[in-house]
């Protein structure tokens, strides 16, 4: 930002050397009444000021240029980090839920196999004892066998029960045999389900590591060329180095301001053009029969134990930040917000997208303390930060590397996508 006291600044002191320099004329004689006055600067002299000041200004506006390149590349490798990192996190989850899933199948394989091996056994009796009734043998030799009526009707009474019997052990040990190869089938399915899972969390902790190493040596670099920057603007402003930081924080500041401001103003723009185009479709379907709209759900109350959740967290600022870490003394984003809803009394996965899903999602206004912040790169399958709210417009968050964990404004940065109350 161009300091609006430079231009001038430099003319006066230029100007005031070039009055004070004697004329390259040959010194008057000398004047009993005193000295003579300066010479009048020429209008070269004051061209020649101006263009030194105007230099100046031209340098410190190029600086700052520079300095916006190296913010927005330092916002870039953050929201890359950022990126790998709960797709890491996201690709642990899928991993442990695909190994419990491979152990429930396992389990279930078993408890079908235990089934059969009782059910086969119960229909081998049946076919034992089916055997010995002669349950082969036709009605007629049945009737010429017997010895009379009573003994026919005890018989055939007899056959019909164990016939009856046999035909449920029978089925019994069928159902039995098709779901033991069911559950071996799922157990075989859950289980090449939780290789891929694992393979892919590997290849994701790679990836992550790769991206916070070079998000972390870019963040070195970077913070490096904005210290010499700011130092190079301490020396044209003929300011301290601290004074010249704590300008440029605000210049900071109200950029990231101005982008947040632009932001909101572009989402109520969309919103009012999705509101009116909704208003005209509601308008020409005025004529036709519609049911009654239903009723949009009540706001989900304040979530219980927001307090020690948010007490959680502000104990842990200033504490680093590192990926994939929940604590004990290190943190990344959704790792913090897990631990810190886990001494609230809730339980959430160590994954941004899955605190989203499992949570209740509200809008900014409704914001409470305790609710979720959410950063997004489109839906809420994209989502890649998380932070919590503190109330009063400020979130407690793990921010990236190279940044502990922080109080700051819920603007901070880029405008949030998402909010969800646990």
Known sequence: MRSPSLGSGLLALV???????????????????????????????????QDRAGGAEGDVAAIQQRLAGAAAE???????????????????????????AKQQAVADAAAADQTLVTHKAAF???????????????????????????????????????QSLFDQRRIAYVDAADAAATAADAATTAS????????????????????????????????ARRTRLVKRLARLRGV??????????????????????????????????????????????????????TPAGPTPAPAGGAEAAIAFARAQLGEPYRWGAAGPSAWDCSGLVVKAWAAGGKTLPHYSVAQYEQST??????????????????????????????????????????????????????????????
């Open 74 to 100: 330092l916002d870039a490798a953050t929201v890359r980090a950022a990126k790998a990192t709960e797709a890491w996190n996201g690709a642990r989850w899928a991993a442990r839920t695909a190994r419990a």
């Open 124 to 162: 081998r009796d049946a076919v034992i004892t089916a055997q010995g009734m002669g349950l082969e043998m036709s009605m007629v030799e049945a009737i010429i066998d017997a010895d009379g009526m009573d003994t026919l009707l005890e018989q055939s009474a007899a056959s019909d029960y164990v």
């Open 240 to 293: 301290s180095v601290s004074i010249a930081r704590a300008h440029q924080a605000a210049v900071d500041a109200q950029a990231a301001a101005q982008a947040a401001a632009e932001a909101a103003a572009q989402a109520d723009a969309d919103q009012a053009a999705q509101d009116a185009k909704a208003a005209k479709n509601e308008q020409a379907n005025d004529d036709a029969p519609t049911t009654p709209p």
């Open 361 to 422: 999602p509200i809008g900014r206004d409704q914001l409470r303390p305790g609710d979720l912040v959410f950063w997004s790169d489109g839906g809420p399958g994209s989502i890649f930060h998380v932070a919590l709210y503190a109330g009063d417009g400020r979130i407690i968050h793990a921010p990236r590397t190279g940044r502990p964990v922080t109080e700051e404004s819920i603007d901070y940065w880029r405008t949030p996508d998402f909010f969800a109350r646990p």
């Open 192 to 223: 090449a389900e939780a290789a891929r899972a694992l393979a892919d969390a590997r290849a994701a902790r790679d990836e992550a590591s790769a991206a916070a190493g070079e998000a972390e040596a870019a963040t070195a670099r970077i913070e």
């Open 15 to 49: 100007v005031t050397a070039v009055v004070c320099i004697p004329g390259a004329q040959a010194d008057p004689p000398a004047d009993p009444a005193g000295p003579a006055a300066p010479a009048a600067p020429t209008a070269a002299d004051v061209q020649a000021a």
